[in-house]
């Protein structure tokens, strides 16, 4: 005797769907567009739980267990759910999008088809200065006058290279070569396919302060106008559990502790058996480990034991 089909439901969010098909803005000319999803927070806990129907338990304990599974970093349950999207996004910014490899990406093919006649434009008070402590970060901005002339300069090569494209490409130039001189400002499309696992983890390095402001307004889009519409538990837990916690090292807690004891000595003296302390000409000598518990303190109200030494 076959056993009787078990129906099953497609899970539908309602605040979504309303979204599908839409493309948000994002930069001059970018969007990010939601093609289609799979899944809900109630997958992710019919997951843990191993269990199938609706109605199982209350939606407070649904929120509560959602919360142990991303506070104890449990990955399977959060995997049942995928999300498609179709975005249009800078080149520069899409080299560091694809280092996020558990996904499924088709980008749009140069080799087939005529590269699109958009490129990303920088406005005259957007420039950025090198940061002098992050060889791979920024930090603040020129003066709009100073800026203008750069805004200038890459309107000039934006126009210069698509010429020279179009020109090889009206002479018969393969389309497979004629693209190389493109700037990484052009615009590319791509479909991109990610379970929640990984999209919560993309969200969170590419969310962060450090990550190139382009990308970082591709991922808050993402996290903020569709994640936190299509599984609102999840999100509040991974607000609350990455985007606004702090990790704490092993020294870390230890120095945290004597902080907390009224032994300033004690801090300093474990800070100093960790390597932060150690002194050059100029006073201590710059140590990013140390600079970083700095940070976490300063964001607690906390006094640095050794600040005297900062000077």
């Known amino acids: 005797m076959q056993p009787q089909a078990e129906r099953v439901t497609r899970a539908a969010v309602?605040?979504?769907?309303e979204l599908l098909g839409v493309a948000l803005p994002v930069l001059d000319d970018g969007f990010v567009r939601v093609v289609d999803y799979m899944g809900d927070d109630r997958?992710?806990?019919?997951a843990a739980r191993v269990s199938y129907g609706d109605g199982t338990k209350q939606v407070s304990e649904d929120r509560g267990l959602i919360r142990y599974l991303l506070r104890h970093r449990h990955t399977t349950p959060f995997e049942m759910c995928e999300l498609k999207l179709h975005v249009r996004?800078?080149?520069d910014a899409w080299r560091q999008w694809v280092r996020h490899r558990m996904v499924s990406i088709n980008e749009v093919s140069s080799r087939y088809s005529i590269v699109t006649d958009s490129a990303q434009r920088t406005a005259p008070d957007a420039w950025r200065r090198q940061a002098d402590d992050n060889r791979q970060g920024s930090a603040g901005c020129f003066g709009e006058a100073e800026g203008a002339a750069f805004t200038a300069g890459e309107r000039e090569v934006h126009a210069l290279t698509r010429r020279v494209?179009?020109?090889k490409i009206a002479r018969g130039v393969a389309r497979e070569q004629a693209r190389k001189d493109l700037p990484l400002c052009t615009y590319t499309e791509a479909y991109w396919k990610i379970d929640l696992h990984n999209l919560l983890h993309f969200l969170s390095?590419?969310?962060d302060a450090h990550a190139q402001q382009e990308i970082r307004a591709y991922a808050t889009v993402i996290g903020e106008r569709i994640v936190a519409r299509w599984v609102p538990l999840v999100w509040e837990a991974f607000v609350d559990y990455r985007l606004g916690a702090a990790s704490?090292?092993?020294i870390e807690q230890e120095i945290l502790g004597a902080i907390g004891a009224g032994d300033a000595g004690r801090a300093c003296a474990l800070a100093s058996e960790a390597g932060w302390l150690e002194r050059g000409a100029a006073g201590?000598?710059?140590?990013?480990?140390?600079?970083?518990f700095e940070a976490k303190l300063a964001g607690w109200g906390m006094t640095v034991p050794w600040a005297a030494d900062l000077r």
């Open 14 to 17: 309602p605040a979504l769907d």
């Open 43 to 46: 997958a992710v806990v019919q």
């Open 89 to 91: 996004v800078p080149m």
């Open 165 to 167: 494209y179009e020109e």
């Open 205 to 207: 390095l590419r969310m």
């Open 248 to 250: 704490l090292s092993r």
């Open 284 to 292: 201590l000598k710059r140590h990013r480990e140390r600079a970083e």
